[in-house]
């Protein structure tokens, strides 16, 4: 097995749930409860082999579904552990109850989303309807690009969960099938230079099961009883408060990781070749790295193309969405999941929303693709940006465009 | 880290309590359990069956704890003698 120099980087070739495994073995989680489900079950196979060998020193619970993998972390991270857990599909719907539960009670846990389309039809493979579907939880929510992403922002989102100004349950999200089985050069940065980064766990100072502190955790709030509104609203404006903050958080984390290890990835959204961009393609997840290479090839032929890559999707990072819109005359918006709601994806349902709190008005062009392990291609990112350039020229193509409807 | 003392936390950041409040049940009563006392004969059925345990036995017979007793009306339901009647709590 490949032993982890203690402080140097090292090269090694993996996948992305390796990779998501490595990155939690650096961050030294004191608790790790599992249960596998496809495409997440090599990642937690890879930590069960790493408590195994004595590479990560955690306590690891093999319990016997993702309900009680979340309940048995909230108590573990109430009594002072730092956790960690990751799941897909039908094992986050299994997890449902005490993943509502979680934000609430400030919990600052990391859980993978290893992502999978949602049943029924029946399917086993990549799509992002899963994590879209919790996307109002209060979890804060963070969708990769590529296999060195998934190493990197588990580590920070650590760091975010516990910032005591976020205090908050992440989500790290990286696409089944592209990321969670691709393979690819992934640099492990040093483990004494993390742990410098990531500090000592504070994860109960604020909420605690600890003889030493007598409390009641989640007691009965709100009602009509005297005060119980004032109470109950105080929670909730605090929580969507701390997610407020996570915005500016996480900056300044992107800030610190890429002085201390070198690599720099937008917090929010990433702005690929948009500064001199007529019109411009709105990704999110695996699908930008082909996304890209449509832009670069359209970029060849003279056509002036960017590309705007949501990172961080929960919360909503409205201002510097409106900024990068604002600098092209069309957008085409590339959804990986559908919002049964308003016949759109939810990227793109958000990005409207968003446009409309601002002076901004352009048109939008919805594509659906990517369901159910499809792939997105450059072929496909083209035909976006066709109909891209469509919209911009006046004549907007009917919304949604589902990108692989024949294929 | 330190340990802050739980009073002085913010209060808006997690959903904690640190003083008991009981929340005793006898506010939300609409019916009380009224005992005729030349009737009961301390058989105990009352006591056994009441869901929130708060009959109470007295020198000659049983009585509910009014801060507690939530007016379900089982004890009356159960009792052999009849002793027990359930009265509009605005009528008493």
Not at chain 1, 180 to 208: C, K, Q, T
Request: charged content about 20%; glycine content about 8%.
């Amino acid at each position: 097995m490949n032993q982890l120099a203690p402080n140097s980087s090292q090269m090694i070739v993996c996948d992305g749930n390796e990779a998501a495994a490595r990155a939690v073995v650096l961050a030294r989680p004191d608790v790790v409860s599992v249960f596998p489900i496809t495409p997440q079950s090599s990642l937690v196979e890879s930590l069960s082999q790493f408590v195994a060998d004595g590479v990560l020193g955690a306590e690891l619970i093999n319990a016997e579904g993702e309900h009680s993998v979340l309940s048995a972390l909230q108590g573990a991270c109430l009594a002072g552990a730092r956790t960690y857990t990751a799941t897909s599909g039908p094992g986050l719907a299994f997890m449902f109850e005490p993943y509502v539960r979680t934000p609430g009670l400030r919990l600052p846990m990391v859980v993978s989303l290893v992502t999978r389309d949602m049943l029924s039809p029946q399917c086993v493979w990549g799509g992002q309807q899963d994590a879209m579907s919790v996307r109002e939880c209060g979890w804060i929510q963070v969708y990769c690009e590529d296999v060195q992403e998934v190493l990197d922002t588990v580590v920070m989102a650590f760091k975010l969960a516990e910032h005591k100004d976020v205090l908050l349950p992440v989500n790290v999200c990286h696409d089944g099938n592209y990321l969670s089985y691709g393979v690819s050069r992934v640099e492990m940065p040093a483990a004494g230079l993390v742990d410098e980064f990531l500090g000592e766990a504070a994860v109960n100072w604020h909420i605690a099961l600890d003889p030493a502190r007598p409390m009641a955790v989640d007691p009965l709030t709100g009602g009509t009883g005297p005060g119980g509104a004032a109470s109950f609203v105080g929670y909730r404006k605090s929580q969507v408060g701390a997610m407020a903050q996570s915005l500016r958080v996480f900056s300044d984390i992107h800030a610190e990781w890429a002085e201390r290890f070198g690599r720099h990835w937008a917090p929010l959204v990433e702005e690929y070749r948009l500064d001199d961009a007529d019109i411009a393609i709105v990704t999110i997840g695996s699908m930008t790295g082909a996304g890209k290479d449509a832009v670069d090839a359209a970029r060849e032929r003279g056509e002036k193309v960017g590309l705007i890559k949501v990172k961080t999707y929960r919360p909503f990072p409205c201002e510097a969405v409106i900024a990068a819109l604002s600098k092209v005359r069309a957008a085409g918006i590339v959804d990986r999941s559908v919002s049964f709601a308003w016949n759109c994806g939810p990227l793109h349902q958000d990005v409207m929303t968003a446009l409309f709190a601002s002076p901004v008005r352009i048109p939008l062009v919805g594509c659906i693709g990517g369901l159910a392990g499809a792939d997105i291609t450059a072929e496909h990112f083209a035909r976006v940006i066709a109909a891209t350039a469509q919209a911009a020229a006046g004549e907007s193509p009917a919304s949604p465009i589902w990108l692989n409807e024949h294929d | 880290m330190p340990m802050p003392d739980p009073s002085n936390l913010p209060k808006d950041l997690a959903p904690i309590a640190t003083r008991l409040s009981a929340m005793l049940p006898g506010d939300w009563r609409a019916l009380r359990p009224v005992v005729d006392r030349a009737k009961c004969v301390k058989c105990a059925v009352c006591w056994l069956f009441c869901p929130v345990q708060c009959i109470a036995e007295k020198p000659r017979w049983f009585a509910a704890d009014m801060s507690v007793c939530k007016g379900c009306g089982v004890c009356a339901q159960e009792c052999p003698q009849n002793a027990i009647a359930m009265v509009e709590e605005d009528a008493a």
